[in-house]
């Protein structure tokens, strides 16, 4: 072989080489490793379904009023509901249980439901040419509209009757007679009824009320009826109306107590009582000044004490802030109003002792810079005391132990005991001037 050739075939194996080294390195480029399969987005959550609908909802159409416009009838449709359900109640409009039955479900029906019965909630119109059929589907029942009276003629009545009553008792009931669009009418009568039994009929005052109280023989859920009956001549149409309520037993009357107050009480507790715990009892309590002053000699109270069903007593607790020694004797009332039950004892006497007067001490009056040892014991001698030592008395002590020294120079003799009873002599006699 010659050089060329032999140049030649190293220069073509380098560049194979090269060549393979660079196929070697190329696959990640070539082929791509997969990665992993992404994870699908969980699928959107379901649609709430619609309540179930409620069997303690009607709706009412109170009236239309139709106004041939060409050939366009707008009818404009009043609408109420019933709803026996204890609280309020939320249904969406367009669902099942609350929407218009043709065309557009939703427009403008309300979502929440008080309980009782109500008139003239919303107002819906349509062109009654074009959609005749329409109806109101609420809870588990419909209301057509074409089946309505004329807003000119009818009439709506609304009760209200307290929520609880005493058995026994009586609940005063008051009936509102309306006319949708229109004023109230200023005439006619109410019959109340309660649970069906016998009525009781009121006349219409010119607001459109009628008012009455109605008997409550027995505890437990009652309803009562209002029925407006129009004068002939107006043209009106009779309307009624209901509401329910419950009345309870009649609570235990009530009565007041309070503890003793001795020496150095701060606080007096009242006691509200009464002897059986059925149902439920309110009263406000108070406190009056007698002999005592409030604010001064106690803590004044006014405040509503509450017994549940089932409960027997309740306490107040007043209380006595430290009075002045010296002060008399004092008392004061706590007193019972306004109590939902009859009441035994309506009021209680809070007696409060004297506290006595300051007295001095000898520790007290040393205190206070008097003398101490024996003057201190002196000083408590009468003025008139013989004992009482004076300054007198002790100088009669010093002469008469100077005549006793001379005695005994006397007896001694001589020359010397003459001198000495002089000297004590002239000791005895005070000196003047």
């Known amino acids: 072989m010659s050089r060329p050739h032999a140049r030649l075939r190293l220069a073509c194996a380098v560049t194979l080489a090269a060549f393979g080294a660079l196929l070697g390195a190329a696959p990640a480029l070539a082929t791509p490793t997969p990665g992993p399969t992404p994870t699908p987005p969980p699928p959107a959550p379901a649609a709430p379904a619609a309540p179930a609908a409620p069997d303690a909802l009607s709706p009412l159409v109170d009236c239309v009023q139709d106004a041939p416009l060409g050939s ?6 009043v609408l109420g509901y019933r709803s026996s359900a204890p609280a309020a109640l939320t249904i969406a409009p367009g669902s099942a249980a609350n929407a218009v039955t043709s065309g557009a479900a939703v427009r403008g029906q309300p979502a929440s439901f008080d309980p009782g019965e109500h008139h003239g909630v919303w107002l819906l119109t349509v062109d009654a040419v074009a959609e005749p059929d329409l109806a ?5 029942a419909e209301a057509r509209f074409d089946t309505a009276p004329a807003c000119t003629a009818a009439t709506a009545v609304t009760v209200s009757a307290p929520t609880q009553v005493d058995a026994g008792g009586t609940a005063d009931v008051t009936a509102a007679v309306t006319r949708p669009l229109l004023g109230a009418p200023s005439s006619g009568t109410v019959s109340f009824a309660l649970d069906g039994g016998p009525s009781v009929t009121a006349p219409v005052s010119p607001a459109g009320v ?14 009562v009826t209002a029925t407006f009956t ?24 009530l009565a007041v107590a309070a503890d003793s107050v001795v020496a150095g009480s701060t606080s007096v507790l009242v006691t509200i009582s009464r002897p059986a715990a059925q149902g439920g009892a309110t009263v406000d309590v108070m406190t009056a000044d007698g002999t005592a002053q409030s604010g001064v000699d106690y803590a004044p109270v006014a405040t509503t004490v509450s017994l549940a069903d089932g409960q027997l007593s309740a306490t107040v607790r007043i209380a006595l802030p430290a009075r002045a020694p010296g002060s008399p004797a004092a008392s004061f009332f706590v007193l019972l109003q306004r109590a939902s039950t009859a009441v035994t004892t309506a009021s209680a006497i809070i007696r409060l002792p004297d506290v006595p007067a300051a007295t001095m001490t000898p520790a007290s009056a040393n205190a206070s810079g008097g003398s101490t040892g024996a003057a201190a014991l002196s000083s408590a001698l009468p003025p008139d005391d013989p004992t009482a030592p004076t300054a007198t008395a002790t100088a009669n002590g010093a002469q008469d132990l100077a005549m ?16 000495g009873l002089v000297r004590a002599a002239a000791i005895r006699t005070p000196r003047v001037g």
């Open 72 to 77: 366009v009838t707008s009818r404009t449709v």
């Open 210 to 223: 009628a008012r009455t109280g109605i008997t409550v023989p027995s505890a437990g859920a009652h309803t």
């Open 404 to 419: 006793l020294v001379g005695g005994i120079l006397i007896t001694a003799g001589g020359i010397g005991g003459v001198l």
């Open 136 to 140: 109101w589907r609420l809870g588990t």
């Open 230 to 253: 129009p004068d002939t001549a107006t043209g009106l149409l009779a309307s009624t109306g209901s509401a329910a309520f419950t009345a309870t037993a009649a609570g235990a009357p």
